[in-house]
């Protein structure tokens, strides 16, 4: 017979773990009422994680009582050093709760007692009774409750993956058992428990220790045994230290709990109470999965019939005369290289699935998909024009975008997941990719067609069914132009950028390499000798060890595992010793060497000799194009060795050139033209430097008095900083002035342009009245933290509301150049290609006698790709790579 199976479950661990594995997608999970739900949302992931593979007998969520334990009486410093539980958190305690009990669980709590011990009671009696039994929790300290038959499962990178600790398993990761767990706990101390240990005894000495000794008894047994060292010192001084952390550490398995395992029966998902929940949460994914349509929801029929192309039937597709959803299935995020899954071709009650993609190079599928008469619907236009253009066709009528409208809708909605995207929008007619497919090491597409085709042809529908829906909220939104005259076009010119590819010479990035490697070795020497020993430059407890104390440099900031190294600490540092200085060189090179001239030789074709980097259309808040597979836009040009990166980018024909122009000081303008300010805006007119002229203003000068290069430096500061809200202390620190200095430049600058200051102040109020912002082209950002009752997320929100529309707007001015430029090289039949977008700037390649026909075109294309009340300035550069680029 079956043992029983008992399931207990860290509730205060896991609502934390879930609630900051949540923490950086905090705006989208609010209700309608504004309540967080992040917590919540993640604590139903790991249930629905473990139910799936472990179907319990009886169950238990245990929370903790309170602060206040017998283990802070007798340890006043006992999680002493823990921060505040924030606001979003403690208001989703409650529901929570309510989540546990609609699940089927049981809670518990016991005053004066945490969790842990009333998970290590139960744990106790369930092994004495035979049950089987597994224990949940973000919390290692727990592991020392695994026996033969408890696994401890904690969680990792999120709630829904874990690592199961055995005996076994403690012995194989570890080298101790779950007991002997204690006493390493109690001679390493615990940061976030706040009890200290030994002092100098880390986690590798500590189990070494155990392992030599047996436990913590054993080493105060053998203690007179030990070489003479400041360990065996530590270790005798600190005796009490080690006992009282030992028992700290230790959880209790004989708690005075009241309640039985017969009490714990598993009673199972209680439908009515998680579908008021649902609702009242918002979390429709949940209610669509229990087959439940939330109010406004809309869904499709159940059975969606589709056939299978094969090229016995291929002709069928002949009767597809009109507006029809298409959509190829590429599993890997990188479609310029991965593999073909399957495809979906149909509309109404009419769809064609196979795994088969050569059908899609057949007349009949190809002219189909060449028709520019013929519109085709999809989900990710720029994927699949480059998918098929592999396959040697070419999309034309694209007509609506899911992904491309879902994100102009809300920029918040951008996930490549077709089902989860739909599942935002209220259709639940289709599964997510997650769900049919796996995640992680686990993800593949199902061998069974009936699955498989099934999704497709969900996908194919869902298409379809939400076109009508989200293009009428885009005409309402008045953002339709803004699709149809910029995002989708742009697609297109995106794809073609990212089909032609930049070419990159493989033998000077390894040439660059070699030099590095010397460079490296030289700062590594100068560092060790600095130092005066050899050390692991990259183990930042080693540096800290170096810096700290052997070198006595005053300490900056402390973290949970010793002093922290960081770029800020170190730059606070500068000065102070050589070492620094070097050290902060070495990181910069290293990166260079491992993430630039590494990572860069990896993707570099070699069928083209060219690097085909992918553009993310629907990822930033603001609009701005980002790049991937590699990162172009972020190649670095502050250190001389980063920027000698771009000679390898170079013309990928004899006798052609590479030629970029710039858009200068756009953000700047923009803010010009939608302040209205008469003094900003008179000085763009009449082709001031603006840093210089902002100057005059903030520092009071006299017409006969010469602006200094730092008061320029420090006036640009003040300019860009005003355009993201900075503050008067984040001011002071870019610049290095007092606070009070920073605030009266911030002060004189509202005076010089009072009508920034009165933009500010009603973009601000706008944002908190409709719960968004929008550019030049309407382009929207919601902003559910603009009324947050937390500071620093109110705070961030209006920072948000002054900046999107200018930045966002500026990525609007560029994406209306790119798609005017791409079309004049067309008409006036240009060999000159389009290469790289770099934030304001155009980069192209050419050949040397059509430069100076792109001297004159690209600036009169960008400077009047929009009309604001102030010129756009544009400056162009020409070279023989990327790095030797001039000025006219």
Request: hydrophobic share 35%; with cysteine; net charge negative.
């Amino acid at each position: 017979m079956p043992k029983k199976q008992l399931l207990l479950i860290d509730g205060n661990s896991i609502v934390f773990r879930a609630f900051y594995a949540m923490h950086t997608q905090i705006d989208r999970f609010t209700n309608q009422d504004g309540l967080h739900t992040a917590a919540i949302y993640g604590f139903k992931l790991m249930l629905d994680h473990v139910l799936d593979k472990f179907h319990p007998d009886a169950a238990l969520v245990a929370f903790d009582a309170g602060k206040t334990t017998f283990r802070t009486k007798k340890y006043a410093d006992y999680k002493a050093e823990r921060a505040k539980t924030p606001e979003e958190l403690t208001e989703q305690l409650p529901y929570v709760r309510q989540l546990v009990k609609a699940s089927g669980l049981h809670s518990y709590e016991l005053k004066n007692y945490e969790a842990d011990d009333i998970i290590g009671t139960l744990a106790k009696r369930a092994d004495q009774a035979g049950y089987e039994t597994l224990i949940v929790s973000g919390d290692r300290d727990l592991t020392q409750l695994a026996t033969e038959t408890t696994t401890v499962a904690v969680t990792k990178k999120g709630v829904t993956q874990t690592e199961h600790f055995t005996p076994e398993y403690m012995m194989e990761k570890l080298g101790v058992t779950p007991t002997q767990f204690i006493d390493v706990k109690a001679l390493m101390g615990d940061s976030s428990d706040n009890y200290p240990g030994v002092t100098k005894i880390g986690e590798k000495t500590a189990i070494s220790l155990i392992q030599k000794y047996g436990s913590l008894d054993g080493i105060y047994e053998n203690i007179d045994e030990m070489k003479k060292s400041k360990r065996k010192e530590n270790l005798i001084n600190e005796e009490d230290i080690a006992r009282q952390c030992q028992d700290l550490a230790r959880i209790r398995r004989d708690a005075p709990i009241e309640v039985k395992l017969a009490d714990l029966t598993y009673q199972g998902p209680q439908q009515e109470e998680l579908v008021e929940l649902f609702e009242k949460l918002d979390f429709k994914s949940f209610l669509a999965k229990m087959n439940i349509t939330p109010q406004g929801g809309q869904k499709a029929a159940a059975d969606i019939k589709f056939t299978e192309l094969t090229e016995s039937n291929i002709g069928e597709l002949s009767k597809l005369k009109s507006r029809i959803s298409f959509f190829l299935e590429m599993p890997d995020a990188n479609y310029h290289v991965s593999p073909f899954a399957g495809f979906v071709i149909g509309n109404g009650d009419h769809w064609w699935v196979s795994r088969n993609v050569d059908l899609l190079t057949t007349p009949v599928i190809k002219d189909l998909l060449e028709n520019d008469q013929i519109q085709k619907d999809t989900f990710n236009a720029k994927a699949h024009y480059v998918g098929l253009h592999r396959l040697g066709i070419d999309l034309q009528g694209i007509g609506f975008d899911l992904l491309l409208v879902s994100y102009l809708l809300n920029t918040n909605d951008n996930s490549n997941d077709l089902g989860q995207l739909a599942h935002e929008h209220d259709y639940y007619g289709v599964q997510s990719d997650e769900e049919v497919y796996g995640k992680g090491k686990g993800r593949h597409i199902p061998d069974d067609d009936q699955v498989f085709f099934s999704h497709l042809a969900a996908k194919g529908r869902a298409i379809e069914e939400l076109n009508a829906k989200l293009s009428k909220k885009l005409h309402e939104n008045e953002q339709w132009a803004l699709y149809t005259d910029i995002e989708r076009p742009l697609s297109l010119v995106l794809a073609n950028m990212e089909i032609a590819g930049v070419h990159v010479d493989a033998t000077t990035l390894k040439n660059m390499g070699s030099k590095l490697k010397e460079r490296l070795a030289e700062l590594e020497q100068a560092i060790y000798d600095e130092a005066g020993e050899e050390f692991n430059i990259n183990s930042t407890k080693q540096l800290g060890t170096i810096l700290f104390e052997k070198l006595q440099l005053p300490v900056i900031k402390k973290t949970k595992t010793g002093y922290s190294t960081s770029v800020e600490v170190l730059e606070k540092l500068q000065g102070k010793a050589l070492i620094i200085d070097n050290i902060l060189v070495y990181r910069q090179i290293a990166k260079i060497q491992s993430t630039y001239i590494t990572g860069l030789l990896k993707v570099i074709h070699s069928s083209d000799q060219k690097i085909h980097t992918r553009y993310l259309q629907t990822l930033t808040q603001t609009g701005r194009l980002s790049s991937v597979d590699p990162n172009l836009q972020n190649i670095p040009v502050r250190l001389e060795e980063g920027r000698k990166i771009r000679k390898a980018f170079k013309p990928s024909h004899q006798g052609w050139k590479i030629f970029s122009s710039d858009y200068s000081q756009v953000e700047l303008r923009v803010l010009a033209h939608v302040t209205g300010d008469h003094a900003l805006q008179q000085d763009f007119i009449d082709g001031k430097d603006i840093h210089e002229s902002t100057a005059r203003r903030i520092f009071n000068l006299l017409p006969d008095e010469q602006v200094t290069p730092n008061m320029r430096r420090q006036a640009k500061a003040v300019n860009f900083g005003i355009v993201y809200g900075i503050s008067d202390y984040g001011l002071s620190q870019n610049i290095h002035v007092s606070r009070k200095q920073a605030h009266e430049f911030i002060q004189n600058y509202f005076k010089e342009f009072p009508g920034v200051k009165e933009y500010i102040e009603n973009i601000v109020k706008k944002a908190r009245q409709q719960g968004y912002v929008e550019t030049i082209t309407h382009r929207r950002r919601y902003l559910p933290e603009i009324n947050s009752k937390n500071f620093s997320r109110r705070s961030f929100a209006e920072r948000t509301a002054m900046n999107t529309p200018i930045q966002g707007s500026a990525a609007d001015i560029i994406k209306i150049a790119m798609i005017r430029m791409a079309d004049k090289l067309r008409d006036e039949g240009l060999h000159a290609k389009m290469l790289l977008q770099i934030h304001d700037e155009l980069i192209f390649e050419a050949p040397e006698e059509e430069i100076p026909r792109l001297k004159e075109l690209v600036p009169k294309v960008m400077d009047s790709a929009v009309k604001l009340d102030v010129p756009l300035k544009v400056e162009s550069k020409v070279g023989d790579t990327w790095y030797d680029l001039k000025k006219f």
